[in-house]
């Protein structure tokens, strides 16, 4: 019997997030075990700092550029540059990794939770899902995470049931009603953490309790920092959260642990357990510079919306078959258009390089192999709603090269001597340098990556 597939994507959760990644304040218990039943890597990467793109990247097994979406659908920033052109939508045309399994490896394939990839000739049943449960064009719960939802897709509940209880036991009832004789897809997208910060108040009140007792309430946890680049948030500063305490989004993330804890109890009583593959991890990085800033991702620099580490790394856990080494970590360097391929492997489906060009399978490190993809590439174009400006940036090996439009300048990281990026040694490796920016420019030339113009107008518009 083929494997089964629960892949668990959370929306804006943080490279250290998790206790096995090294929270001291947000507790998972859940994800702390399938950690040490599993293969954490610590190496693994969003293609883009924000929502869309990512998503768009594992279903499609390209890189955002590549797919053309290179912005969370509806963002909007002009600046010193202008913004540049994206597509609003997965487009029709691509042959997404659901209709794949579903057609080549015969899965049951089943969509729950956000989606934010268009809707219409666009949405998830038009992707090769069977059934799609809470996914739309929206971005985050518009009415909040207590019912009545409002969204489509998803009837309201009870007043007052919790969103990611909700689409949890949507989960469940799929994966109890299942056709036994055929393994199945289950895309389970949280819409958590994603704003707006809301949890059920009496694990609020626990962690204002555990705050309050490691005296974190007393200490200051957003930095002032600089204003942001583009028009519409001229005026407004940069709010920067150095250490882990909001007791609200901690009652989120547990929540979320303990929902995923149920999930894969589900799992067990069926019986399944043991043949479903279960991959964790999240479509960019923790919000910790603007919207309330409810995270910190340190030792990362920054976060949701900027090109630094923050922003890009990700918790990944996978536990069940092909896992060789229970509680192991791989360093193997992972990315999101890897996992179109790689689940093909899993599910004894043949490649499809003309549809996943920019994705490398990983199948070997779930079982302890070393492995090398190569570089890995991002490209945003963008001004983010978090106070990152448009650029583009390579990983390989242990070096990284971060290339800024507005001005042109590059910055240069090695990554295992400074996981923070806080040392630029661009000046003292030119020779480093030039080597992966020309890397980097022959990318993005290949995958069509545009480059924002100048706004002419930038001076006057600040001056208004």
Known sequence: MKPNILFILIDDLGAVDLGCCGSTFYETPCLDKMAAEGIRFTDAYAAAPVCSPTRASLLSGKYPARVGITQWIGGHGVGRLCDVPYFHRLMPSEYALPRALNEKGGYQTWHVGKWHLGDGLSAPE??????????????????????????????????????????????????????????????????????????????????????????????????????????????????????????????????????????????????????????????????????????????????????????????????????????????????????????????????????????????????????????VYWHYPHYSNQGGTPGCAVRDGEWKLIHFFEDGHNELYHLSEDPGEEQDVSAAHPGIVQRLWEGLEEWRVEVGGLVPAVNWQWDSAKAD
């Open 126 to 375: 038009r992707h090769g899902f069977d059934v799609n449960i809470g996914g739309c064009e929206w971005g985050s719960p518009r009415h909040g995470y207590f019912s009545p939802y409002r969204m489509p897709h998803l009837e309201d509940g009870p007043e007052g049931e919790y969103l990611t209880d909700r689409l949890t036991d949507e989960a469940i009832r799929l994966i109890k009603r299942r056709d036994a004789e055929r393994p199945f897809f289950l895309h389970l997208s949280h819409y958590a953490v994603h704003t707006p910060i809301q949890a059920p108040e009496t694990l609020v009140e626990k962690y204002r309790r555990k705050a309050a007792k490691l005296g974190l309430d007393r200490q200051s946890a957003i930095v002032e920092g600089e204003n942001f680049p583009f028009l519409n948030k001229r005026s407004e500063r940069v709010q920067r959260r150095i250490l882990q305490s909001d007791p609200t989004y901690a009652a989120m993330v547990e929540n979320l642990d303990t929902n995923i804890g149920r999930l894969l109890d589900a799992l067990q009583t069926e019986g399944i357990l043991e043949n479903t593959l279960v991959i964790f991890t999240s479509d960019n990085g923790g919000l910790s510079t603007a919207e309330g800033s409810p995270t910190c991702n340190a030792p990362f620099a920054e976060g949701k919306g900027w090109m630094y580490e923050g922003g890009n790394r990700e918790p990944l856990i996978i536990r069940g078959p092909g896992v060789a080494f229970p509680g192991s970590t791989s360093p193997s360097v992972v990315t999101s258009p890897d996992f179109y391929p790689t689940l093909l492997a899993v599910a004894g489906v043949a490649p499809l390089p003309e549809q996943h060009p920019d994705g490398k399978s990983f199948l070997e490190a779930l079982g302890g192999a070393p492995t090398e993809r190569g570089p």
